[in-house]
């Protein structure tokens, strides 16, 4: 067996991983001791890449497509590539450069990246190269420019040991940030008399283990930061000298602070004021006050505010650059950071250079040997996909993303999509939302296939390297825009394309991209392969001669401002761009689950990571369930002005009364709408043009849907069980549509099994359940049957060498759960003859429900911790009787809170 050394390529993080393998195949990961970001841990997501390391609906050839209502047909690169370069080449010729359009993603490396701007940039001459980053960190790097005057996060992980306040804004790092997250649990057991203060409308897990949760109204953060400036000012702990000094602007925004009193925040924001006071006062007494931030400031529509008017609560008490200080960003993606270093999105340039100033797109062109850099800024990804949709833009080149699920308002997206005249796909796997619609599908390298770099949140870069070769015809990122760049130069008869793109392997574009650095903020002309292999990950900027990179910015309180100083912006104080009203009562907001990523192409692969969530859901509080005459688990229609979603609503306490939330990850792939982003709006920001992902008004009512129907299979041998619920849930999803309510999930650990639920208006028909059954293989001798054609119910079961491998409940699916707690633990199926062939719907027995999986590592569910904390355990002894928690680590702060909520129901 060998090893390799790579990144998770999950979250921004940017965890080091160790690949253990054969040399073809994936056989295990574990974190990397040795690397700065995690020290060998890795959470729920990362610890189980091995288990979404497989060939099942991978890409593996180039496809293409003549016509629209053609089949897609295996093409050679050649074809592929000439193909891509005449279409693109004729709209070039025929309606100019900005008639195409590129869309990439945080999520490729920094070398791929990079070619693809020249690419667009440079060889096309148009400026519509944006990314999934502006779905993402672009509020946060306009605020960084706006203030700091450069897009730098100026802190680090290990600030997290030093400060003494930790502001933690429209963030669930619990979830999303995993291990930066056990790293502030560390801090805060280290000295315990660090504050950390959460602002989120949701009692997250992140929320829940504060010492201050400040649960505001939606979109209304800009007025809280402001009160909490307010009281910073009244009460004496602004740093007027270092202000003076270092910034400008803080007049015109001490003057808007006047009215946004404590009082008045406090009746906006739906908090309490003394509450805002105690935020102001823990914050202004800190030595080391530290701001984490991420999409719920971000994704919104004065995204650029929010993080501009946080961003001004450490420049007022002028505590930025030294330990423990200052205001990080969280970055999404694993690499949205080396995207915006190479200036991937349409308004920036390599190198941290704007396109709007004349003199970076001189150096650029400079730089590349043209004669110019085009000076029209590039459309944004929401203009982008309109410039579709109207025609505007003829063909587009989408890459490493899945704007097919991920873009807000997907009936928009839908129509811009079937509209395009050549959609190119570069994708790992086969079916993806979006794939549905490209006209040619590239089969890319992803993860544990691909060498080049990335970049962390902590600016730090990893080497990340390939430990195995990639399946079929597949080709890294880097390359194949390469390919695609040679030959549609040749089209355009440029002759200088071979120079431009004479890259041998991912290091060349990695140091022609270090170059590009030099004397830049971020430079990093110090760095390369070997570099980075023999010093281990390092921080921008690593200028030529640097020994090591440098772990915070503006220390020297100099800023990248023309002036040097830092600025005071004065932020918008508008709210959510769509109110709620008597139609659209509830505030939804969206975001992400601890277990899965984005729309679940690779961790949907892992059946133990439907254990935390295994349907997709609308969470409610109880009372907005109860109003409306519903009860848990019922399902819903949800209506927004742009879309409907049938979800089966959740109770929870997380959510206050008239607020919702919905998981981004669930799409047409495994549900039969496409979830949250049906119901989202495509406003965005002014500043950043990030869109408000985070924000809408909904309604949810009661729908009807009385034809229930539950199918599951698993198999009777682990080794073919995984391959064949992958295959059957991709064979499934083409079914989805069919029905009113159809989710697919899967479910077990060693034996995976795959899931479908149906919820229906119409009684199923006889033949779609043949179908079905024939697809997840429910016929022959070892399926026995039971109908009551009376009263609509039929049961089948499938039991392979005694063990119940198959199951297909309809009309009454009230033993489901007990029916699969059966299948997952592989239990014996003599009750089960007995349950089939009775007439009672219901389980057998009081059936022992083990319950949610909450410990994933280590398989412990939440009755078992439940019985455990009633009997008195804390978390220690949990962590030594059930060992649950003990391993990743990712379920901790939910055991925390059953320990508090178990802990109240006893009192
Ligand atoms: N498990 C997992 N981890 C991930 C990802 C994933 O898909 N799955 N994706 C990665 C990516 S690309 C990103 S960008 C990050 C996102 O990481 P986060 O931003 O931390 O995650 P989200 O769940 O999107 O949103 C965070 C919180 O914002 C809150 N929120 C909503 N509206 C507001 C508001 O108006 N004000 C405030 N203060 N809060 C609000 C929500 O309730 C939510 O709890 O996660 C990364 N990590
Ligand atoms: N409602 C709502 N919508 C959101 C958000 C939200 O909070 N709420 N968050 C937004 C944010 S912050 C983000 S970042 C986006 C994310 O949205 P997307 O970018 O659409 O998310 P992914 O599913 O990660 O898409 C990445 C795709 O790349 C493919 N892939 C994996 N590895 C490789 C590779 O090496 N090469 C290539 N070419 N392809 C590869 C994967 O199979 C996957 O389909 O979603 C946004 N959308
Ligand atoms: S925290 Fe988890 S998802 Fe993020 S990089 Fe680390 S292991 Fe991967
Ligand atoms: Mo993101």
């Known amino acids: 067996m060998a090893e390799t050394k790579a990144t998770c390529p999950y979250c921004g993080v940017g965890c080091g991983v160790i690949i253990q393998h054969d040399g073809a195949r994936v056989i295990e990961v574990r974190g990397d001791p040795d690397h700065p970001a995690n020290f060998g841990r890795l959470c729920s997501k990362g610890s189980t890449l091995h288990f979404t390391a497989r060939p099942e609906t991978r890409l593996i050839f180039p496809e293409l ?22 279409r693109f080449a004729s709209v070039i010729a025929e309606h100019g450069p900005d008639a195409v359009g590129f869309y990439l993603s945080g999520q490729l490396l ?3 990246y990079y070619v693809f701007n020249k690419l667009a940039k440079g060889l096309i001459a148009t400026n519509n190269v ?46 999303a940030h995993p291990i930066a997250f056990r790293r502030i649990e560390a801090a805060k057991a280290a000295r315990p008399g660090m504050k950390i203060i959460v602002v989120d409308p949701r009692r997250t897990d992140t929320a829940a283990s ?176 309109e410039a579709v949709r109207e025609g505007k833009v003829k063909a587009l080149w989408i890459a490493c993303t899945n704007p097919a699920h991920s873009m807000p308002q997907q009936a928009l997206i839908r129509e811009a999509l079937e509209k395009c005249e050549f959609v190119v796909l570069q994708e790992a796997y086969a079916n993806t939302e979006t794939a549905a619609y490209a006209d040619l599908l590239l089969p890319a390298l992803t993860w544990a296939e691909k060498e080049g770099t990335v970049t962390n949140t902590e600016r730090r870069i990893t080497h990340v390297n390939a430990a195995i070769p990639g399946p079929g015809e597949t080709r890294a990122d880097w390359a194949i825009a390469r390919d695609f760049a040679l030959c549609l130069g040749a089209k355009l008869g440029r002759k200088d394309v071979h120079r431009l793109f004479a890259y041998p392997n991912a290091e060349s574009v990695f140091l022609e991209h270090a170059e590009s650095t030099r004397d830049r903020d971020l430079d990093i002309t110090g760095l390369s392969y070997a570099v980075l292999d023999e010093l281990g990950p390092q921080q921008w900027p690593f200028p030529a001669g640097a020994s090591e990179g440098r772990s915070r910015l503006y220390a020297d309180g100099k800023f990248e401002t023309e002036s040097g100083k830092a600025k005071f912006v004065v932020p918008a104080t508008t709210l959510t761009s769509e109110a709620i009203d008597a139609r659209y009562p509830l505030r939804l907001t969206t975001g992400r689950l601890r277990d899965q990523w984005h729309g679940m192409s690779r961790t949907g692969k892992a059946a133990r990571l439907y254990a935390h969530v295994d349907e997709p859901r609308i969470e409610l509080n109880k009372a907005d369930i109860e109003r409306r005459g519903l009860r848990d688990g019922d399902l819903v229609s949800v209506k927004s002005r742009r879309g409907k979603v049938v979800l089966r609503a959740y109770a929870t306490e997380e959510i206050k009364p008239g607020h919702a939330f919905i998981a981004m990850h669930w799409g047409r792939n495994l549900l039969s709408s496409s979830g949250a982003n049906e119901l989202t709006l495509n406003t965005v920001d002014p500043f950043s043009k990030q869109p408000e992902l985070k924000h809408a008004a909904v309604q949810i009512e009661k729908v009807d849907l009385p034809h229930q129907a539950l199918l599951m299979r698993s198999a009777v041998y682990a080794d073919a069980a995984n391959g064949l619920a992958l295959e059957r849930a991709a064979a499934l999803s083409h079914w989805l549509p069919k029905f009113d309510y159809a989710a697919i999930s899967l479910a077990g650990r060693d034996f995976p099994s795959v899931v479908l639920r149906i919820a229906h208006s119409e009684p199923i028909p006889t033949e779609w359940l043949e179908q079905l059954d024939a697809l997840m293989d429910l016929q022959g001798d070892q399926c026995m049957a039971y109908a009551d054609a009376r009263r609509g119910v039929s049961k089948k079961a499938m039991v392979e060498e005694g063990i119940l491998t198959g199951l297909r409940l309809t009309g009454e699916t009230a033993a489901a759960g007990w029916l699969k707690e059966l299948m997952i633990e592989r239990a014996p199926t003599d009750t089960v003859r007995r349950w089939l062939f009775a007439p009672l719907p219901k389980p057998p027995g009081p059936g022992n429900s083990r319950g949610r999986i909450v410990c994933n590592c280590l398989n412990v569910s939440e009755n078992e911790i439940k019985v455990a904390v009633a009997a008195g355990a804390d978390l220690a002894k949990l962590q030594e009787g059930l060992k649950c928690g003990t391993s990743c680590g990712s379920c901790v702060p939910e055991l925390k809170r059953l320990i508090a909520e178990g802990s109240k129901a006893v009192v």
Not at 65 to 86: F, H, I, K, M, N
Not at 163 to 170: E, K, Q
Not at 249 to 264: H, I, K, N, Q, S
């Open 210 to 385: 504060a010492d201050l949760h400040l649960a505001i109204l939606p979109g209304t953060d800009i007025w809280l930061f402001n009160a909490m400036l307010h009281v910073l000012l009244w009460e004496g702990y602004v740093n007027m000298p270092w202000v003076r000094e270092h910034t400008e602007g803080f007049e015109a925004l001490r003057e808007a602070v006047r009215e946004a009193t404590p009082a008045t925040a406090a009746q906006i924001c739906g908090v309490n004021e003394a509450d805002i006071i105690t935020a102001a006062r823990w914050w202004g007494e800190a030595q080391a006050p530290l701001s984490l931030w991420c999409m719920g400031l971000n994704q919104s529509h004065h995204g650029t505010h929010n993080g501009t008017a946080l961003i001004a609560l450490s420049l007022a008490v002028g505590k930025i650059g030294t330990p423990g200080c200052g205001p990080f960003s969280l970055t999404g993606q694993p690499n949205a950071m080396g995207g915006r270093e190479v200036g991937g999105l349409s308004n920036l340039l390599s190198g941290h250079r704007d396109l709007a100033n004349p003199a970076h797109r001189a150096e650029v062109a400079a730089l590349w040997g043209i004669e110019s850099v085009p000076e029209k800024p590039g459309l944004s990804a929401v203009e982008l996909f």
């Open 130 to 175: 944006d990314t999934n980053s502006r779905l993402c960190m672009s509020s946060a790097v306009a605020a960084y420019k706006q203030t700091l005057g450069a897009d730098a996060p100026p802190c680090a992980y290990e600030d997290f040991d030093h400060t003494d306040c930790l502001l933690i804004a429209g963030a669930n790092p619990a979830f």
């Open 65 to 86: 497509r003549q016509g629209r209502a053609e089949p897609r047909a295996r093409v050679s690169w050649e074809q592929a590539l000439d193909t891509a370069a005449d």
């Open 110 to 112: 920094t070398e791929d």
